[in-house]
């Protein structure tokens, strides 16, 4: 039985991991692709996750929501934040931070 449970417990943590991996992929990809669609500039490449929980889609099943927040700049002198929402790892709400629109 105990063999078992441990059997378990590593499936499950290699189960978020490997989750968490392809979430946090998805999320640089949508900020990428955010930034490259509002023509400014995704700075660092990166992308943090700043919260996760357990909530309802669309459907009514149960997904892992995340929120990742990244930084931005319009002119390469400022440093913005925006943050992405997860469900899975489909782009659920954008937000970024008021940014001046150069002409």
């Known amino acids: 039985m105990d063999i078992f ?4 417990i590593f499936a499950l943590v290699a189960w978020y991991w490997f989750d968490s991996m392809g979430a946090l992929d998805a999320a640089r990809n949508y900020g990428r692709q955010v930034c490259q ?12 996750n ?3 929980r357990i909530a309802r889609d669309k459907q ?3 997904v ?3 929120t990742y927040q990244f930084e931005f700049s319009e002119t390469g002198n ?8 997860l469900s899975g790892t489909t782009l ?3 937000t970024l931070d008021p940014y001046r ?3």
């Open 64 to 66: 892992i929501r995340r």
């Open 50 to 52: 700043i919260k996760i």
């Open 60 to 62: 009514g099943r149960r």
């Open 78 to 85: 400022s440093r913005l934040e925006g943050q992405l929402i």
């Open 92 to 94: 659920e709400s954008v």
């Open 37 to 48: 669609d509002a023509n400014l500039q995704f700075l660092d490449d990166t992308v943090e």
């Open 5 to 8: 449970a441990a059997l378990l």
């Open 101 to 103: 629109i150069e002409p």
